[in-house]
Each structure stands twice: as C-alpha cells, then as structure tokens.
C-alpha cells in the first residue's frame, strides 16, 4: 500500500479532493471521481462528506462502485479503505479484513472509526474471520499502544465486545481479543476474555494470550504459572521458554531467565528464538560482545527464522561502537562547544597542552579561522610519522597537518551527507547502510576521511565533531564495499588491506574508523578474524605505548574497539576494560548516548 505525503490540514485537503470528485461526478467521469475520492478519505477517513459522496458513486455503478477501487498488487492506501466501506454492504467480514490491513499499514490513522462499524451488530461478524482481524491488528499496534494509536483503534474494541457477546464459546476468538485488548484497552478486561479463552480450549495458543494478559495486567507470578503449565504440555516448542525468559529477564531476574533459556538451547541449540535470546541474555549477563558476535554469525548462517528478531540491535544500542560512533575527545572540540555559531568569528588564541588529531584540529580551524591554536611542547614523533608504510592522509609541517589527498568529488559528498549517521541498529546493519558508497571511487572514499562533507540539516543539533566522526565512520565502512578494489566476489582483502593502512598511518579519528571498518568485516568474514585481531589488537598497544611519553586522545575509543575484534587475546580485552574503566571513573567516557539519537 502506498499513502499519500506532504498533508498540512487533512480536513481541507479532504474537502479539495471532494470538490474535485463531485465535478467529476456531475461529469459523469466516475473513475475520476473515485480516485479523489480515494484520496479524500485518505486525508480524514471519518469525514461524513466523505461518505456521502461516496454512496453517491456506488449508485451510479451496477457492481456497487467496487471496480472503480480496484485492489491490484501495490494498491493506494485510500483506494483499499474506500473498497472496504462500498464492501460493506454485501461482505461485512471482507471489509474488515481490509480495514484491519489498512490500521496495520497506519495503525495512527482511525481507518475503522466510521459509523457503519460502530453500528455493526456482532450476530453478523463470522468469528473465524474476526480472529483473523484480530491478528491482522495485534501485530503492528504496539504493545501498549501508544496513546495516539489506542484512540484511533478504540472503535475494534466497542466491535470485539459485541462480536464476542453474540459468539460467547469461540475459544480462538476471546484468545484474539485478548492479544488486541491487552494493547488498545484495559488490561484486566483483556485477562478477563483470555481466561475464557483457556478455559474454553486449553491449548498452548490460548496459554500464551492469557498469559501475555495477565503479565500487561501486573500479575506475573500467574503469567508464569501459565506458561509453566504450557511448557510441561508442549516440552519442544522452545518459544514459550524464550517468552518466560524475556519476562523473567524483564523483571530483574536474570539467573533464573537464564535457566530456562540455557534448558531450550540443550534441546535445540538452532531454533532461532532460543538463539537470540540465550546471546542476548548472555551478553546481559557478562557484557561480553563475543556473544553478540556469536548471534551475528547465527544470523548469516541460518536466514531462515521464524519471526523477525531484534535482539542483536537491542543489544547494541546506547553501547560505543556497536550502536553509535564514539565521540570526540579532544580539547580542542571542547573549546569549540563553548562558542555558540554566532560567536565563532571572535578573534583571539587558545592554548592546548599537546598536538592533538589533524581532523579535530580541522574542525576548530574551519569553524574558528579567526584563533590561533597555540599548541605546547614539542611535535611528538609518533604522531607525525605513520607507524607502518604505506598510503598517509595527512602530512606534517611542525604542528600543522595538512591533507595528503584530494577533495572528494560534489557527488560524493552529497551520498555520504545523505547516508551518514551517528547511530546505526548494530554493525552489521551499519556495513549494510554503507553499501551505495561502495559505488564510489577509493580517491573519493579517501577524500571523504579527510574532508567530510558539511553537516547536513538533519544533523543541526548534533554536539561539534559528532558529525564529522559520523561521516568518516561511514567512509571507512564504503571503503570496505568499494568495487574498484574487489576481485574476488566476497574477498575483501584488498580492502581491508587499504584500512590497515589508514588505520596505521597518522594518529587520527581515522585510525578508529579504519580499525572499526576492519573489525566490521571481521565479523561478517570469519576467515578475516585471525588477521583483524592481530590488527586491531597491535593498533591498540602502540597507543597504550605511547601513553608513556603524552596523552592520547583516541586511547578510550580504541579500547572500545578491542573489545569488539572477534576473537581478542584476553589479555588484551582486560587491558582494554581497566582503561574504560578508569576514564569512566575520571568522568571521560568517549561518548554520549544522547548525541547519538
């Protein structure tokens, strides 16, 4: 279904589409007149006007104006809602089949919300085909709905109950109403029709929908009790063991969630809803992203699931690296956070205690020309030079980086500013999203790390330095889809081959990006993981070297990274934590979950 955009005023949109359909009318040019039709219900579907105009265009047809909303493969949202209200008068259960689609595409809108529906007697739904309704509704209301979405669906359940009054011993459909109820209405009514549901028909269906019910309704210890009895009937469907243990886990209870998950895993360690939740509850536990690695690589290997899984992104959201790019550190970007934009042109000179990354001294440059940055000490040696050979981005003149590569291409710069973004689902996914800049050339892929483009709008409230580590990021991600380097179908070597480069060239945000570039692929490559631990984990104890001898602003971010190369030595990790842990503890902890959303 497709629905219309750009609406200011819904009711004067609906009123313009009006006038043009009662034109067409008096014109005899039915299919046009439908079709505005179908837009203005659209714009406010409960519309009396609507309606009315409407029953005007089914008199004028032999088939009731049902073939002027024809319902083709990809059919306009407006055209299935006004097919449903002229289906009403002969197919009652058909035009709700078709309302409940329509409240599953836009569950916001009050599709249903219209007279006929409320004034429909219950003796004349078949219950069969209302559970279907039901179903059809549960899935994409939410749970609880949100406000907006509970007022706009208020009108199934007026229906539910009467349908359920005139069909009182359908077990099936007091479990429906139950799964609706418990959403849209009160959920003690909705423990009400899911304890009848059981107790007309005690099968593992309506099991979970009285249980789900009596958890909405704040009595756990009975939805457990439930559960655990439709568990000792129905010892191999190892959903009900993922449902109790997300409850459990929920509910602070983490060993016992963890029993009953582990019990599933012992039975079938490949049903996919025991996987996602035993790794989620795992990482919950020890806060070890192997087991998040464990689940991505389930994911790859085995696409056939049962139901769409969010575990992995649960997982990873809020946590530096795995759902968002880590933020700027340094001090200079600090400095610049003090000025407002209206400020920025203020002349004058800052001092900082050390040379600090070209990308972030860039950004207070371009954003400040005015200042001068007056740097102390002496040029560090390991941070002018890169530590391997190779291709550089940056090149020295004392204090002052300048880049080694051109500007990107117009074109270029438009791509990343459209995909870029702080925050992404999980790795994966971000590898995903970065796929069209794969088209790019690698000059311009190079050139986006130096020069990122400018914040886009949609970026305006993103604190200083968070954009530009968000466009590098995704940058570094294109490098690894970039077709000009490949040359074996799903070899990338040759790519990760160019990010090892960056990753040991000039101290820079683009040392993490490349090492977060080269760890993404570790993931989805397990061939790759001996090479990228190695990697990563040699990148990470040059930085803890060089912390002997003077500051290094990328230190927390890479020990964020280390924890994330599949495979990391122990060591390593637990070197890793304690510098988390200490500048967590300093009150410096790389990042800011709030910027990133």
């Known amino acids: ?24 009318l008096a014109e005899d040019d039915l299919q046009h007149a439908a079709n505005h039709l179908a837009g203005a219900v659209t714009y406010a579907p409960g519309l009396p006007e609507v309606h009315e105009v409407l029953a005007a265009l089914a008199a004028r047809t032999p088939d009731g104006g049902l073939s002027l909303f024809p319902l083709d493969d990809q059919p306009y949202l407006g055209t299935v809602v006004a097919h449903a209200h002229l289906r009403s008068t002969s197919d009652v259960d058909g035009a709700l089949s078709l309302l409940a689609k329509a409240t599953a595409f836009d569950p916001a809108t009050p599709w249903a919300d219209v007279s006929w529906v409320h004034a429909l007697p219950g003796e004349r739904v078949d219950p069969d085909s209302f559970v279907q309704v039901l179903v059809t509704l549960m899935r994409e209301l939410g749970e609880p709905a949100p406000d907006e979405v509970r007022h706009a669906n ?31 209405g009160d959920p003690a009514v909705a423990v009400q029709w899911g304890e009848t549901a059981y107790r007309l028909e005690p099968s593992k269906l309506t099991a979970v929908w009285y249980a789900y019910a009596l958890r909405a309704a704040g ?16 010892p191999l469907d190892l959903d ?11 509910a602070g209870r983490l060993d016992e969630a963890l029993a009953v ?21 795992r990482f919950q536990r ?4 192997s087991h998040l690695i464990a689940l991505a690589d389930f994911v790859r290997t085995s696409p056939q699931t049962s139901h769409e899984h969010t575990d992995l992104s649960d997982c990873c959201q809020g946590r530096t690296w795995l759902g968002f790019v880590a933020g700027p550190s340094a001090s200079c970007i600090n400095v610049l956070e003090q000025f407002p934009p209206e400020q920025r042109d203020s002349e004058g000179e800052i001092g900082i205690s050390g040379l600090e990354p070209p990308s972030a001294l860039a950004i207070f440059r371009r954003e400040m020309p005015n200042v001068t940055v007056s740097i102390a000490g002496d040029v560090p040696p390991d941070m002018v030079r890169p530590l391997r050979r190779g291709r550089v981005l940056w090149w020295y003149a004392g204090f002052t980086a300048e880049p080694a590569v051109p500007p990107p291409s117009a074109r270029a710069g438009a791509l990343l500013a459209e995909l870029a973004a702080p925050a992404w689902p999980d790795p994966v996914s971000a590898y995903d999203h970065a796929l069209p800049l794969g088209e790019l050339p690698l000059s311009d892929l190079l050139g986006l790390l130096v020069y990122p483009p400018p914040r886009p709008d949609r970026m305006a409230g993103v604190p200083d330095g968070w954009w530009e580590r968000s466009a590098q990021t995704f940058a570094a991600l294109g490098i690894l889809h970039c077709r000009e380097l490949a040359t074996t179908p799903g070899d990338t070597a040759p790519h990760r081959a160019v990010l090892t480069e960056i990753a040991y060239g000039i101290e820079d945000w683009t040392t993490e990006v490349a090492l977060f570039a080269l760890i993404v692929a570790a993931w989805f490559d397990p061939d790759c993981r001996d090479e990228v631990r190695e990697l990563v984990g040699r ?52 990042g800011d979950d709030e910027a990133a959303e």
């Open 539 to 590: 990148r990470f104890l040059d930085a803890v070297e060089a912390t002997q001898h003077r500051p290094v602003t990328i230190l927390t971010s890479l020990a964020a990274l280390v924890q994330l190369a599949p495979g990391m030595v122990a060591e390593v990790t637990s070197l890793a934590r304690e510098i988390l842990a200490d500048a967590e503890a300093a009150g410096d902890d790389d």
């Open 154 to 184: 208020a009108v199934y359940l007026g229906l539910t109950a009467r349908v359920l009054a005139a069909h009182p011993k359908h077990a099936m459909l007091h479990g429906a109403a139950a799964g609706v109820g418990r959403r849209l």
């Open 286 to 289: 020890d806060d070890d992203p």
């Open 1 to 24: 279904m497709t629905h219309a955009e750009g609406v200011h005023d819904p009711i004067q949109e609906a009123h313009g589409e009006l006038a043009l359909a009662r034109i067409a």
């Open 261 to 281: 998950i582990e019990d599933a895993m012992r039975i079938d360690p490949t049903y996919d809803c025991a996987v996602h939740t035993a790794y989620r509850l």
């Open 240 to 250: 009900l063991n993922a449902d109790v243990a997300s409850w459990l886990s929920d």
């Open 219 to 234: 009595r756990l210890p009975d939805a457990l009790a439930v559960m655990a009895e439709a568990r000792r009937q129905n």
